[in-house]
Nanobody, 118 residues
Framework: VQLQASGGGLVQPGGSLRLSCAAS????????MRWYRQAPGKQRELVAA???????DYTDPVKGRFTINRDNAKNTVYLQMNSLKPEDTAVYYC?????????????WGQGTLVTVSS
């Protein structure tokens, strides 16, 4: 099983980006999917999470600006990021709790860099 994150890049303050994370391999089902981020010199933090049924949760700094959603048919989670701020600059990681061919565990994607700067 692999999680492939994409969509990062350089954007000006106030701009938008959409991150994607696609899971592939021997997957039976995926439960909660999440986005984390890690800024330089800081600990990794949970940004947003979404259950299989679509219930969502966000960390306070991104509420009202970021939206997490998923396409269960494509095993993909998205993070729409609007009104970006310089403090949103970080490497963004996705993870997913899923049943593969052998067990139930959490998988991580490789990270995608988001830089918010003028």
């Amino acid at each position: 099983v692999q999680l492939q994150a994409s969509g990062g890049g350089l954007v000006q303050p106030g701009g938008s980006l959409r991150l994607s994370c696609a899971a592939s391999g021997s997957i039976f089902s995926i439960n909660t999917m999440r986005w984390y981020r890690q800024a330089p010199g800081k600990q990794r933090e949970l940004v947003a999470a979404i259950t299989r049924r679509g219930s969502t949760d966000y960390t306070d700094p991104v509420k009202g600006r970021f939206t997490i959603n998923r396409d269960n048919a494509k095993n993909t989670v998205y993070l729409q990021m609007n009104s970006l701020k310089p403090e949103d600059t970080a490497v963004y990681y996705c993870n997913a709790d899923l049943y593969d061919s052998a067990t139930y565990r959490t998988y991580w994607g490789q990270g995608t860099l988001v830089t918010v700067s003028s």
